[in-house]
Protein backbone atom coordinates (compact mmCIF):
# COMPACT_ATOMS: atom_id res chain seq x y z
CA UNK A 1 0.00 0.00 0.00
CA UNK A 2 1.38 3.34 -0.56
CA UNK A 3 1.74 5.85 1.73
CA UNK A 4 -1.23 8.29 -0.44
CA UNK A 5 -3.26 5.67 0.23
CA UNK A 6 -2.10 4.77 3.53
CA UNK A 7 -2.81 8.84 4.21
CA UNK A 8 -6.55 7.88 2.96
CA UNK A 9 -7.14 5.43 5.22
CA UNK A 10 -6.32 7.34 8.50
CA UNK A 11 -8.47 10.03 7.20
CA UNK A 12 -11.77 8.20 7.14
CA UNK A 13 -10.58 7.00 10.72
CA UNK A 14 -10.26 10.72 11.79
CA UNK A 15 -13.72 11.50 10.13
CA UNK A 16 -15.38 8.13 12.13
CA UNK A 17 -13.04 9.58 15.40
CA UNK A 18 -11.90 13.23 15.17
CA UNK A 19 -10.94 13.52 18.93
CA UNK A 20 -8.26 10.32 18.75
CA UNK A 21 -5.00 12.12 19.24
CA UNK A 22 -2.87 8.89 17.83
CA UNK A 23 -4.37 8.93 14.40
CA UNK A 24 -3.43 12.48 14.16
CA UNK A 25 -0.03 11.62 14.89
CA UNK A 26 -0.22 9.24 12.45
CA UNK A 27 -1.01 11.22 9.91
CA UNK A 28 1.31 13.70 10.43
CA UNK A 29 4.07 10.96 10.19
CA UNK A 30 2.27 10.13 7.38
CA UNK A 31 2.57 13.56 5.91
CA UNK A 32 5.80 14.10 7.40
CA UNK A 33 6.93 10.75 4.73
CA UNK A 34 5.31 12.71 1.58
CA UNK A 35 6.94 16.10 2.76
CA UNK A 36 3.22 17.88 3.21
CA UNK A 37 5.17 19.49 6.23
CA UNK A 38 2.05 21.93 6.82
CA UNK A 39 -0.19 19.44 7.32
CA UNK A 40 2.22 17.70 9.13
CA UNK A 41 1.94 20.49 11.88
CA UNK A 42 -1.75 21.08 11.61
CA UNK A 43 -1.96 17.57 12.87
CA UNK A 44 0.41 17.48 15.42
CA UNK A 45 -1.00 20.96 16.99
CA UNK A 46 -4.32 19.26 17.12
CA UNK A 47 -2.63 16.21 18.26
CA UNK A 48 -1.65 18.21 21.66
CA UNK A 49 -4.66 19.88 21.78
CA UNK A 50 -6.38 16.68 22.79
CA UNK A 51 -3.50 14.64 24.25
CA UNK A 52 -0.21 16.44 25.06
CA UNK A 53 2.44 14.32 25.15
CA UNK A 54 6.64 14.82 24.56
CA UNK A 55 6.86 12.88 21.70
CA UNK A 56 4.45 14.83 19.84
CA UNK A 57 6.03 18.29 20.73
CA UNK A 58 9.56 16.28 19.71
CA UNK A 59 7.87 15.61 16.22
CA UNK A 60 6.76 19.08 15.71
CA UNK A 61 9.76 20.69 17.06
CA UNK A 62 11.45 18.74 13.83
CA UNK A 63 8.73 19.51 11.47
CA UNK A 64 9.47 23.41 12.79
CA UNK A 65 12.81 22.57 11.82
CA UNK A 66 11.76 21.39 8.42
CA UNK A 67 9.61 24.21 7.55
CA UNK A 68 12.70 26.48 8.38
CA UNK A 69 11.08 28.06 11.55
CA UNK A 70 14.06 26.92 13.75
CA UNK A 71 13.58 29.18 16.92
CA UNK A 72 9.95 27.81 17.11
CA UNK A 73 11.11 24.52 17.59
CA UNK A 74 12.77 25.46 20.54
CA UNK A 75 9.70 25.38 22.92
CA UNK A 76 8.71 22.46 21.52
CA UNK A 77 12.40 20.51 22.06
CA UNK A 78 12.49 22.10 25.30
CA UNK A 79 9.00 20.47 26.41
CA UNK A 80 9.88 17.30 25.46
CA UNK A 81 13.10 17.20 27.00
CA UNK A 82 11.63 18.86 30.55
CA UNK A 83 8.82 16.11 29.71
CA UNK A 84 11.29 12.94 29.36
CA UNK A 85 14.77 14.25 30.54
CA UNK A 86 16.07 10.68 29.93
CA UNK A 87 14.98 10.44 26.54
CA UNK A 88 18.35 10.80 24.58
CA UNK A 89 16.50 10.94 21.21
CA UNK A 90 14.89 14.53 22.52
Do not use: W
Request: hydrophobic share 45%; glycine share 4%; aromatic share 8%.
Amino acid sequence: MSRREQLALIESAIALEPRRATYRETHAIYSIDVHDFARAAADLDTAIQLADRPYLRFLRGLVSCQRGVFAASLPDFDRAITGQPKNAQF
